[in-house]
């Protein structure tokens, strides 16, 4: 193989098609005594069309011939968003400075730019054609006396009398059917299979999940498609075997013998019964042929003849009208001869392309979650109105969250309700006012959130959670707290004792109103309750589900690790030991309603459909999904939140402060260090209190110095953020103590401050996250954000004094959750080092190289959140190159780890919706740069030639569909928006781009015709990939130059390639005939030849010659290769005839050339497949159905029709030449395949025996294949092409061509015609 594809070694190097083309023909000629291959140069079409343009547009069916107007556009779509309006704040792009955050806001904010192909429906295969259906209409059965006759005296009791009924039913195992799985490893699924009679008589096998028939069905069987049935218990046990006619199986197996001997016996019966009713029905017809023929002997002339002879002109016109009317009926209803074909029949219309969609927001399992009621033990009437009755003597406040029990981590943020009824929520009025900012009393003037009063916001008790992964360990926790009073086992004590709840409720109550009125800003633990979420893993709600009891929470398990570990032990209630508070909580969990209304995102922005009023209104809560990459999705709106959970203080040692025990900690966020920075209102309040606030209180346990902190606060970050932005934690000893006494000296003494902490958000321009351990301060000097780090604290001359030696005695940890922020270091740093490019700075060489390189290392997590916005910085980056190839290559590799990465995790589809969505060729900066397409092509190309990485390309040849997209949208969009789609085609390119993508052809033949076995998927992507480019070129470029591409591709196959390399080629030429304007450019038009030229040959247009293949270039090149195949083994034979019967079942039904005007133009390109027919008439009809028919050269035509047989002879007439040596013509020549390529050369018909032997022994193919017999599948199909031709062309070409023919040829034609008709079904 390596002497006969030398020739292939040469291709990566620059060279022209003739040396291409030279190459091919010494590599064949090196094994095998041929002649060179005789390629057919394509015309040039865009020459051609303007020299016949008159003949062209004076053409009454120049529709086949000219591409439409307005073929290509481009539509910007409105990005369609759930929201009310735009989660991108209307300033944010102003006030944004970071080229990372610019980029991410554009994205977020702009429209889709769709290229839109007018005519794209009709580029794929049949199937995809506009049409809503290609199963015919139900043909009504002829029901004559005779057969009504003979059901009447059948007898009844037999199987096959059963009509309309169910014959038998029961479980079978049915083989899961791919033609990727060997016979042996088919998968057998469990059906419920009911065989049943219809009122046609035949029978139907219907498969169903179970009994009920009422369901859909899972498949079916005809059996008048089976010819038998056997066991084959090598298969399974107990299995058989349905086979069909078109030697297609269907594998069963019954669960028993018994059951299997049943079903066979059954089945048998069925089958015979068919078998007999057909060989009837042949045996009739043929009878009826006979008589028909005996009673008409001697009347040879038709009744239109006969008038002709009379002088009667009433009669002759009657004559002429009758025989007009005969005509018209017969065609008066009559189906589409492909709607019969067994493929059309057994269509499934769904899912043959997937729709690429617009990226859109993660759509997880949501529901909301309904918060009603909250009681405990101890009530009393606070209110002076009945109406509010009985209720808790205290405000207790719930935070939601869920939990997930075998991922081991919290998935949502805090979900937190006040459900306390007005009366309670009073008690802590005096203390909320003084906390809330810019409120003085009742503010006349409401603020508005997106147009919403703030204060419907208060109260929500609706909240929607969603749920990436759903499973039964998930777990809605809902902790309560309650305003600090003293230690958890204090304030529990009064719910869990049964003596006389009223006066204990009275007097608690009294407690707490002093309490509220002196430390209602502070919270502490009290208890906490959970409940499943999830009955199975599919996402089903455990809607009847209710709360555990309301256990004690320990003060030493506060930490969401321990109530993981809480979680484990309620889900063994039989060793728990916790304690129980009775309560009674009723919160419901339900699907989210189809009419759901008022609902708000979690950064508080309106969601569609949103109503007027206030009532119920809910809030998305945000699902903290794992960072693993198939849980990521690509980010579509603006989100930029930041979570701060304050873990744990250790002050157990410290010796500054008397006392530190009931200490809080309050988060604030700030943007300066100086001494008078205030800090931002940025942080979301708790309910009851305004959305956004300045600070955050965690709860407080009394009487420790080491507590531990479960809370989460949550902070809305700017867009901008620079070093000054900082974390500012301060501690403060909250003094419990309650005295009635008290003076209001003592009373401002409620909180003392005992230490501060603080840390910077930016840590080397990206947001620092996860765990950090913070030293603890007592004092806050000016500027103390320079004490960041060990070295400067020891160093630093300012008045900072640290606590316990400035040990990290405080945790934390971070979480970010935003859409413009990345906490990647590689993505970070060349976004940076792109930012200064532009913004002036000089380029240093080799550095943005470095920075490319070094994505290769970026998370993959981010890469796919991130997606959209960093493919678009590398395709600008591509095409703002200067003259550093170096650049654009390891640019065009990073897209290419990208693109392998998204691959590999299954995510795809993302970068076909970036492809057809978001992706857009920008305009250069300088003018001497190339285009987005000019350069990724000579990238490309760089890549396939270089040897040493073989790794990449193959990655380049395994996903080149993406780099072939992109370069076909680029060049859309240069031709739509700088206006060259009106320019001449020739003109609208420059020659560099040419040279670039022949250069580009060139390096990508070798890889598969040589390394086709090395790489077998990656050849036959790539493969398909530039099929389905150079079918759009041929919509944008030079079409003549887009044939030669062609043909030189075509060019690197050779007649020895092994089949899959034939399956590369038909597949490749199967996906350039589906250009949706394929007629179109294979101008089905006359070509005028010179007078002598057109004397000797005026059919020279329907002979596969080589003016025949250069004017009509696709069909031309699809009928030679098929020819070809014909001679070649069954997988092979296959392929072509597959291949050509579904273009012309596209041809049939496409609904824009439906005139008979128009499918009589398209089928006379194909009239030079009656000649590949004659020329394989042996193989077709068979020895056993030939034999020789003496013509004794009649005197004239006449007398050759004269001597017809009769009909029931047509069977036994042979062509007078061996169609392996060559077959007769319509111009009286003979076909000899004298190539490699099989091209097909016209020679006088005086060609001997000897000369035919020759040949046969030359050609690369055996003896047997050239002359075995071709299976009822291909004589079908290739039939029915051939019937479609003749039915479809015009009557004046069918004559004109027959006319040429000789009295053998002519009788060899109507052996094909009678041999369809005898084709079984």
Not at 139 to 161: A, G, M, R, T
Not at 242 to 260: C, G, R, W
Not at 582 to 592: E, F, M, S, T
Not at 1096 to 1106: G, K, R, V, W
Request: proline fraction near 5%.
């Amino acid at each position: 193989m390596s002497e006969v594809r030398k020739f292939t070694k040469r291709l990566s190097k620059p060279g022209t098609a003739a040396e291409l083309r030279q190459s091919v023909s010494e590599a064949v000629r090196s094994s095998f005594v041929l002649e060179k291959t005789k390629v057919v140069e394509p015309l040039d079409y865009e020459n051609v069309i303007l020299q016949r343009r008159v003949q062209i547009y004076s053409d009454p069916l120049r529709d086949l011939l000219i591409f439409p107007i307005e073929d290509v556009s481009i539509s910007i779509i409105g990005r369609q968003r759930r929201t009310v309006q735009s989660t991108v704040p209307e300033d944010a792009l102003k006030k944004a400075q970071s080229l990372f955050v610019k980029e991410c806001i554009k994205t977020y904010s702009s429209d889709w730019y769709v290229v839109n192909y007018k005519y794209e429906e009709y580029s794929g295969d049949f199937r995809m054609l506009p049409c809503k259906s290609f199963r015919p209409d139900k043909i009504p059965s002829h029901v004559f006396e005779i057969d009504e006759d003979f059901e009447k005296d059948e007898d009844s009791s037999s199987l096959c009398s059963q009509k309309g009924g169910v014959i038998k039913q029961g479980w079978l195992h049915k083989a899961n059917i791919n033609s990727t799985i060997t016979v042996t490893m088919k998968v057998f699924k469990r059906r419920y299979f009911y065989l049943s009679q219809l009122t046609d008589g035949s029978y139907i096998l219907n498969s169903y999940k179970d009994e009920k028939i009422s369901k859909e069905s899972k498949g079916c069987i005809f059996l008048d498609a089976c010819n038998d049935v056997v066991q084959c218990p090598k298969m399974r046990r107990y299995a058989f075997e349905l086979k069909t006619i078109d030697k297609y199986s269907h594998y069963l197996a019954a669960e028993t013998e018994q059951e299997m001997e049943e079903w066979l016996v059954t089945l048998r019966k069925i089958i015979q019964s068919n078998t007999e009713s057909l060989v009837q029905e042949k045996k009739d017809a043929v009878e009826s042929v006979q008589d028909d023929e005996s009673s008409t002997q001697g009347k040879s002339e038709n009744i239109l003849e006969s008038l002709e002879r009379s002088m009667h002109p009433e009669l002759m016109k009657y004559g002429r009208e009758t025989d007009q009317l005969n005509k018209l009926s017969r065609n008066d209803g009559r189906q589409n001869i492909f709607s019969f074909d067994p493929e059309v029949q057994r269509l499934d219309f769904s899912g043959i392309e997937p729709d690429v969609k617009p990226f859109e927001e993660k759509c997880s399992r949501r529901f909301v979650v309904c918060c009603q009621d909250f009681s405990l033990n101890l009530l009393a009437q606070l209110s002076d109105t009945a109406e509010e009755g009985p209720t808790n003597v205290e405000p207790f406040f719930l935070s939601l969250a869920l939990f997930d029990l075998k991922n081991n981590c919290k998935i949502s943020a805090d979900f937190h309700v006040d459900l306390n009824p007005p009366s309670v929520r009073d008690m802590l009025l005096d203390n909320s006012e003084p906390r809330t900012e810019g409120t003085q009393g009742h503010c006349p003037v409401q603020s508005l959130v997106h147009g919403i009063p703030e204060s419907c916001l208060r109260y929500i008790k609706w909240g929607v959670f969603s749920v990436t992964n759903p499973h039964t360990e998930i777990f809605l926790v809902a902790r309560v707290e309650k305003v600090l009073q003293g230690s958890i086992a204090h304030c529990v004590e009064p719910y869990m004792k049964n003596s006389d709840p009223g006066k204990t409720a009275q007097k608690v109550h009294k407690v707490a109103k002093q309490v509220c009125s002196r430390l209602g800003q502070y919270r502490m633990p009290f208890g906490w309750a959970a409940r499943p979420v999830f009955k199975d893993s599919q996402g089903t709600l455990d809607a009847n589900g209710k709360f555990s009891p309301l256990y004690k929470q320990d003060s030493g398990k506060l930490s969401n690790e321990d109530m993981l570990k809480l979680l484990a032990e309620y889900k063994k209630p039989e060793k728990t030991k916790l304690q129980v508070i009775p309560a009674q909580l009723n919160i419901v969990i339900k699907d989210i309603p189809l009419d759901f209304t008022n609902c708000f995102t979690a950064s508080f922005i309106p969601i569609k459909p949103f109503g007027k009023g206030c009532e119920d209104i809910a809030v998305e809560v945000e699902e903290l999904v794992p960072e693993v990459a198939k849980y990521c999705y690509p980010f579509t709106v603006y989100k930029n939140h930041l979570y701060v959970y304050p873990l744990h203080l250790k002050y157990e040692n410290q010796k500054v402060f008397a006392k530190a025990r009931n200490i809080a900690v309050c988060l604030e966020f700030r943007d300066s260090d100086e001494v008078d920075a205030k800090p931002l209102k940025c942080i979301y309040g708790k309910p009851g209190g305004p959305l956004l606030t300045t600070n955050a209180y965690a709860a407080v346990l009394h009487h420790n110095q080491s507590p531990e902190f479960y809370d989460e606060i949550k902070i809305e970050l700017p867009i901008h953020l620079h070093q000054k932005h900082h974390l500012l934690f301060t501690f403060y000893h909250v003094s419990c103590e309650i005295s009635t006494k008290a003076t209001s000296k003592k009373q401002d003494t409620v909180e003392t401050q005992v230490g501060y902490a603080w840390v910077p958000l930016l840590k080397d321009g990206r947001i620092a996250t996860l765990e950090r351990h913070l030293p603890v301060s007592s004092n806050l000097p000016p500027g103390y954000l320079g004490l960041g780090d060990t070295e400067s604290r020891k160093q630093s001359s300012m008045d900072a004094k640290w606590v316990d030696g400035a040990k990290p005695l405080f945790k934390i940890r971070i979480h970010l959750d935003s859409t413009i922020y990345t906490q990647d270091m590689h993505l970070h740093k060349f976004f940076h080092y792109c930012q200064l490019v532009q913004a002036g700075a000089k380029e240093v060489p080799g550095e943005l190289v470095k920075y490319l390189k070094c994505l290769h290392a970026m998370e993959i997590q981010v890469m796919i959140q991130f997606l959209p916005v960093i493919l678009m910085q590398l395709f600008r980056v591509l095409t703002n190159v200067t003259q550093e190839d170096e650049v654009a290559v390891n640019c065009t590799m990073v897209l290419l780890h990208i693109v392998s990465t998204c691959h590999e995790e299954g995510l795809d589809h993302y970068l076909r919706s970036f492809i057809k969505y978001v992706f857009r060729a920008e305009k250069p900066s300088a003018k001497q740069v190339k285009m987005t397409h000019e350069i990724l092509v000579l990238s490309m190309a760089t890549i396939l030639k270089q040897s040493a990485d073989f790794l990449a390309i193959n990655k380049l040849l395994k996903y080149s569909w993406f780099f072939f997209e992109a370069l076909a949208k680029s060049m859309a969009m240069y031709l739509l928006e700088e206006n060259k789609i009106k320019l001449p085609r020739g003109q609208r390119f420059p020659e560099s781009y040419q040279h670039a993508l022949h250069s580009l052809l060139l390096a990508i033949i070798p890889h598969v015709t040589i390394r086709y076995n090395e790489i077998p998927e990656e050849s036959r992507n790539v493969n398909f990939s530039l099929a389905n480019f150079l079918k759009r070129c041929l919509t944008f470029m030079d079409r003549g130059f887009v044939f030669n591409l062609i043909n030189d591709y075509i060019s690197g196959f050779s007649p020895k390639d092994p089949k899959l390399l034939v399956e590369y080629k038909f597949e490749f030429l199967q996906t350039v005939c589906n250009h949706e304007h394929y007629i179109p450019l294979n101008l089905p038009m006359t070509f005028s030849k010179p007078k002598l030229q057109r004397v000797q040959d005026i059919n020279l247009e329907y002979s596969l010659t080589d003016e025949y293949c250069r004017h009509h270039f696709l069909v031309g090149m699809l009928l030679r290769e098929a020819s070809i195949a014909l001679q070649d083994n069954y997988d092979i034979r296959y392929t072509a005839i597959s291949v050509l019967k579904n273009l012309l079942i596209k041809h049939a039904f496409d609904n824009r050339y439906q005139h008979k005007n128009q499918q009589a133009k398209i089928a006379q390109l194909y009239l030079p497949l009656f000649g590949v027919l004659l020329e394989n008439l042996q193989r077709v009809a068979g020895h056993e159905a030939l034999t020789s028919c003496p013509v004794s050269s009649p005197a004239s035509r006449d007398e050759f029709i004269c001597s017809f047989p009769s009909p029931s002879s047509r069977s036994s007439l042979i062509a007078d030449k061996d169609p392996a040596c060559g077959a007769a013509l319509p111009n009286g020549h003979a076909i000899k395949r004298e190539d490699s390529k099989g091209s097909l050369n016209l020679e006088g018909a005086t060609s001997s025996l000897d000369q035919c032997e020759n040949i046969r022994r030359s050609s690369m193919r055996s003896s047997v294949s050239h002359c075995s017999r071709l299976d009822q599948f291909e004589i079908r199909t290739l039939l029915m092409c051939y019937l479609y031709i003749v039915k479809m062309i015009s009557e004046d070409t069918l004559l004109a061509y027959w006319n040429k023919f000789s009295p053998q040829e002519l009788i060899n034609v109507l052996v094909l015609l009678d041999k369809f008709g005898g084709t079984d079904g």
